[in-house]
């Protein structure tokens, strides 16, 4: 009884929380080029509009509040155990050979697949690894698929407010367990943390610890994939940005002076409010 009703009330608040208002902006970048040209292992730095991207927000001290890691297409996926494990996980009717397919972690969803088209109206980023080979690729993609129905670990977002937010708002000492359970051994992660298990898996860097040794001259540490927020792909200097703006800068020059520039001279402000400009003195 006590269970359910915990369930019940978790439900609604995970909802709740997960809700996002409409928008009407339209976004500064082609998704349709984004879409054709994405590539399976490219990291999605996603700024949501829910209450718990709110909260991620002030957390990370960053406008990237989701993270998702692209896997291609059904159809594109020659390895046919991988594909057995993705048809389990998916609902047919929404999921087709053809889509553009990522993997991430909700709230109230857990490890899911999900259509790359689900963001097509918020701002993303795309983080590319440098110089990463095919093969360890294709290991990135498979331990993200193996971690599929795995739940979100709501603990995880707490532990990593202690950790993040100054001693003089939450004492260090309550992180001293930081991520791990009763036993010991680390939880189930959130999106990030994911994404940074299946890279550090091929020992590809993120962002992570340099120290001096006097033998090799430097040493490097794995970071805690715990520790990993969405901003630290945009961070790294192992991950290329890739932009793919609404008016493409590769056409003859000044493209900008081209641009369908409004003749009103109005300012946009926040909440999409427009205002006449201030006049000079």
Request: charged share 25%; with cysteine; hydrophobic share 35%.
């Amino acid at each position: 009884m006590i269970k359910s009703l915990y369930h019940k009330i978790r439900r609604k608040l995970d909802v709740w929380l997960m809700d996002e208002p409409p928008s009407t902006e339209i976004m500064p970048y082609d998704f349709n080029r984004l879409k054709h040209e994405i590539r399976p292992g490219d990291v999605l730095l996603i700024e949501g509009r829910s209450r718990i991207s709110k909260i991620i927000r002030t957390i990370t001290q960053s406008s990237w509040t989701h993270a998702a890691l692209y896997i291609g297409r059904l159809v594109d996926i020659e390895d046919e155990e991988l594909k057995e494990i993705i048809r389990k996980h998916i609902n047919p009717e929404i999921i087709k050979d053809t889509t553009h397919m990522i993997i991430e972690d909700l709230l109230d969803n857990g490890t899911i697949i999900s259509p790359l088209s689900n963001y097509n109206n918020h701002h993303i980023r795309i983080c590319r690894p440098i110089g990463v080979t095919p093969a360890d690729l294709h290991l990135v993609v498979a331990y993200a698929v193996h971690a599929l129905g795995q739940p979100y670990n709501v603990r995880h977002l707490v532990d990593l407010a202690r950790f993040l937010l100054p001693w003089t708002i939450l004492p260090r000492r309550w992180g001293s367990s930081l991520f791990r359970t009763s036993s010991g051994q680390p939880e189930s992660g959130i999106c990030s943390s994911l994404i940074a298990e299946a890279y550090m898996s091929v020992h590809f860097p993120i962002l992570p610890f340099v120290k001096e040794d006097e033998k090799e001259g430097m040493e490097l540490f794995q970071r805690n994939p715990y520790l990993f927020s969405p901003k630290d792909f945009d961070f790294s200097p192992y991950f290329e940005i890739i932009k793919y703006p609404l008016f493409n800068p590769d056409e003859p020059l000044p493209y900008y002076r081209r641009l369908p520039w409004s003749k009103s001279g109005k300012l946009h402000q926040d909440q999409g409010i427009l205002s006449e400009p201030k006049e000079k003195k």
